[in-house]
């Protein structure tokens, strides 16, 4: 079994910054794909980013150029920094983990205008 505890969601000004952080613990070694999708309501669970575990990554058309993903595996992390946030960044943020699938709990991210 994995857990996935995200942190570092937040409010913050359109054109601001917000990092978030997922730490991952429990039976990993199956895992070779994680990363961050975000839902609002009415919505679908949208990918933001991805992360293999050879650090090749993945964006959604979103916001590349804006977010970057990264892990550290010494505290075992994934994290996301968000940059040049706009309101339509609004959502619920959750950590992915995979095979299987495994998700956090969710961190709300709310950009004002």
């Known amino acids: 079994q994995v857990q996935l505890v995200e942190s570092g969601g937040g409010l913050v000004q359109a054109g601001g910054s917000l990092r978030l952080s997922c730490a991952y613990s429990g039976n990993t070694a199956s895992i070779y794909l994680m990363g961050w999708f975000r839902q609002t309501p009415g919505k679908l669970r949208e990918l933001v980013a991805t992360i293999t575990t050879t650090n090749i990554t993945n964006y959604g058309d979103s916001v590349k150029g804006r977010f970057t993903i990264s892990r550290d595996n010494t505290k075992h992390t994934v994290a996301l920094q968000m940059n040049s946030l706009k309101p339509e960044d609004t959502a619920v943020y959750y950590c992915?983990?995979?095979?299987?699938?495994?998700w956090g709990q969710g961190t709300q991210v709310t950009v004002s205008s």
């Open positions: 992915h983990a995979g095979p299987p699938q495994f």
